[in-house]
């Protein structure tokens, strides 16, 4: 593992963790954390190095997410978006379009996120019911996205919709700004991941411009296939691992630092430490698994696709059963939420039904083991 993750830990601990507790108790996004990201140029981590950024991959990608997650799910969760629709953008864009706003995400001026999601297509986001069509000179974009990370907050969004000039879908980069978008802020009381801001997007007549069209008309899906679904699903279980390996380093500590009367300690009680070996196993494992399939993209194995899925599967199972665990070792004070082993419990649950849930990804992956289309 190169140096990466470790700074990315240490600027995580002095520029993330001090707002995590408010993002989750206020329901708040995390704007600090990102003025952070920006200042140091992290939005600019996929951005081309011809457009001024770093021209990392999917490997330091998960990395960077993962360092992010061992303090904060939320903020790992929309960092992790605003990267998939950078690359989509830089693997797809038009030389125009790439050299109008590839530029501003790498000097840390613009931030991006993914309004995918559809209340009548579910966990199915590659399939939506908002629609694109002329109207005389003009495209109008027309729909109501239901889930939104970074809603507001972001200053483009990366939108499926059908394509109005060949079969399929188009993909669009569409400014917050523009005449007929509004957000339904009160709309989103997560159980987790409380300050992901992740609520409806209406556009309503929106005017949009074919410059602003990522790709060829009709390839959206492709670009879905081959830019956004591997970088989302190894990002999410970067997201987890994280929550995972956080909630090991938490209950832990917690459990050196509870002494008894005996001045004898939590940890050395024989169960105690059995269970401990097991969080330690199971968070540690999903980190590395995680990496491992990161890097098998790279290297085009074959079973990369396969890889990909079952790491964000593994992590999503695994950071349940940490936490789980971990709540049962800290006792009446993790119930008493006087850990923060409650919120990364509630954190690790949004794994299970973020598109695509874990249920759709473990048909995926029966279908990819196999060498059949998973779409």
């Given at each position: 593992?190169?140096?990466?993750?470790?700074?990315?830990?240490?600027?995580?601990k002095e520029?993330?963790?001090?707002?995590?507790?408010?993002?989750?108790?206020?329901?708040?996004?995390?704007?600090?954390?990102?003025?952070?990201?920006?200042?140091?140029?992290?939005?600019?981590?996929?951005?081309?190095?011809?457009?001024?950024?770093?021209?990392?991959?999917?490997y330091?990608?998960?990395?960077?997410?993962?360092?992010f997650?061992?303090?904060?799910?939320?903020?790992?969760?929309?960092?992790?978006?605003?990267?998939?629709?950078?690359?989509?953008?830089?693997?797809?864009?038009?030389?125009?379009?790439?050299?109008?706003i590839?530029?501003?995400?790498?000097?840390?001026?613009v931030?991006?996120?993914?309004?995918?999601?559809?209340?009548?297509?579910?966990t199915?986001?590659?399939?939506?019911?908002?629609?694109?069509?002329?109207?005389?000179?003009?495209?109008?974009?027309?729909?109501?996205?239901?889930f939104?990370?970074?809603?507001?907050?972001?200053?483009?969004y990366l939108?499926?919709?059908?394509?109005?000039?060949?079969d399929?879908?188009?993909?669009?980069i569409?400014s917050?700004?523009l005449?007929?978008?509004?957000?339904?802020?009160s709309?989103?009381?997560?159980?987790?991941?409380?300050?992901?801001?992740?609520?409806?997007?209406?556009?309503?007549?929106?005017?949009?411009?074919?410059?602003y069209r990522?790709?060829?008309?009709?390839?959206?899906?492709?670009?879905?296939?081959?830019?956004?679904?591997?970088f989302?699903?190894?990002?999410?279980?970067?997201?987890?691992?994280?929550?995972?390996?956080?909630?090991?380093n938490?209950?832990?500590?917690?459990?050196?630092s509870?002494k008894?009367?005996?001045?004898?300690?939590?940890?050395?009680?024989?169960?105690?430490?059995?269970?401990?070996?097991?969080?330690?196993?199971?968070?540690?494992?999903?980190?590395?698994?995680?990496?491992?399939?990161?890097?098998?993209?790279?290297?085009?194995?074959?079973?990369?696709?396969?890889?990909?899925?079952?790491?964000?599967?593994?992590?999503?199972?695994?950071?349940?059963?940490?936490?789980t665990k971990?709540?049962?070792?800290?006792?009446?004070?993790?119930?008493?939420?006087?850990?923060?082993?409650?919120?990364?419990?509630?954190?690790?649950?949004?794994?299970?039904?973020?598109?695509?849930?874990?249920?759709?990804?473990?048909?995926?992956?029966?279908?990819?083991?196999?060498?059949?289309d998973?779409?």
């Amino acid at each position: 593992m190169s140096n990466l993750y470790n700074e990315m830990l240490e600027f995580a601990k002095e520029n993330i963790a001090p707002y995590t507790n408010a993002v989750d108790s206020e329901a708040k996004f995390p704007k600090e954390s990102f003025e952070a990201i920006k200042n140091k140029k992290l939005t600019a981590l996929l951005v081309p190095k011809e457009y001024g950024g770093m021209g990392l991959g999917i490997y330091e990608h998960t990395q960077t997410i993962l360092a992010f997650a061992n303090y904060c799910a939320t903020t790992a969760l929309c960092y992790m978006m605003h990267n998939v629709a950078t690359n989509t953008l830089a693997t797809y864009g038009s030389d125009e379009l790439k050299k109008e706003i590839l530029p501003k995400i790498a000097n840390g001026e613009v931030m991006l996120a993914l309004a995918y999601s559809e209340s009548g297509t579910g966990t199915h986001f590659y399939i939506p019911e908002i629609k694109v069509e002329k109207d005389e000179d003009s495209l109008k974009m027309n729909g109501r996205k239901s889930f939104v990370t970074s809603a507001q907050y972001a200053d483009y969004y990366l939108i499926d919709a059908n394509s109005v000039e060949a079969d399929g879908l188009d993909n669009w980069i569409v400014s917050k700004d523009l005449a007929g978008i509004t957000f339904e802020h009160s709309a989103w009381n997560g159980l987790g991941m409380r300050g992901n801001a992740s609520c409806p997007m209406h556009l309503k007549d929106v005017k949009i411009d074919s410059f602003y069209r990522i790709g060829d008309a009709g390839t959206g899906l492709e670009q879905i296939m081959n830019s956004v679904g591997p970088f989302f699903i190894i990002g999410l279980a970067a997201v987890y691992s994280g929550v995972a390996l956080n909630a090991c380093n938490t209950i832990t500590e917690y459990s050196m630092s509870r002494k008894y009367s005996d001045d004898s300690s939590l940890c050395n009680i024989p169960t105690v430490q059995n269970h401990l070996a097991d969080i330690y196993t199971k968070a540690t494992s999903a980190k590395f698994f995680t990496l491992s399939a990161a890097k098998s993209v790279i290297e085009a194995d074959p079973a990369a696709l396969a890889n990909v899925i079952a790491a964000r599967l593994n992590a999503s199972e695994l950071a349940v059963d940490v936490c789980t665990k971990a709540m049962k070792i800290g006792g009446g004070t993790a119930y008493a939420k006087r850990l923060t082993i409650e919120r990364l419990l509630r954190d690790s649950l949004a794994a299970q039904v973020m598109a695509p849930s874990t249920d759709v990804l473990t048909t995926w992956l029966g279908k990819a083991i196999t060498n059949q289309d998973i779409i």
